[in-house]
């Protein structure tokens, strides 16, 4: 992992926290998550923001982590939480692929969710994105990524 022509994400609900990606606090999950992502050489897409990736009764926090190659770190941005109707706000960033951008959306974990926020089509455009792309880089190279 984590030569630059790698493509790696890993982006969830991670309930780590780490002021590397902009947690107010520290905990051993955070520790040890961050030691791993800095081994396998991936970088933090968090940014800094108004809007923190959890809200609950119990506070807020940025649990919410977005890991990334150095290829995809060159080739993202914007990256940015958007309000929701769940305690997991909205994440997402665009990517860069040859000159298609596509926005990726994450952590969205429940299809009734996906129809309240009204990304089920620039999911399913996303993706249709991501595959045709992938496959043409594939066929254009004979098959070597």
Not at 9 to 32: C, F, Q, V, Y
Not at 88 to 105: P, Q, V
Not at 110 to 132: A, C, M, P, T, Y
Request: hydrophobic share 30%.
């Amino acid at each position: 992992m984590g030569e630059e022509k790698d493509v790696h994400m890993i982006s969830g609900d991670l309930n780590a926290k780490l002021p590397i990606w902009h947690s107010k606090t520290t905990d051993k999950r955070g520790e040890e998550v961050g030691e791993f992502m800095f081994r396998i050489h991936m970088n933090i897409l968090n940014t800094e923001g108004d809007i923190y990736t959890y809200y609950s009764i119990h506070g807020e926090e940025n649990i919410d982590i977005t890991f990334v190659s150095e290829r995809v770190k060159n080739e993202s941005e914007n990256w940015m939480v958007e309000p929701s109707i769940s305690d997991h706000n909205k994440i997402s960033y665009e990517w860069k692929i040859g000159r298609n951008k596509i926005r990726l959306h994450l952590l969205v974990k429940d299809k009734e969710i996906v129809k309240q926020w009204g990304i089920e089509e620039k999911i399913e455009r996303s993706n249709k994105i991501l595959i045709d792309t992938c496959k043409q880089k594939i066929r254009t190279r004979g098959g070597n990524t």
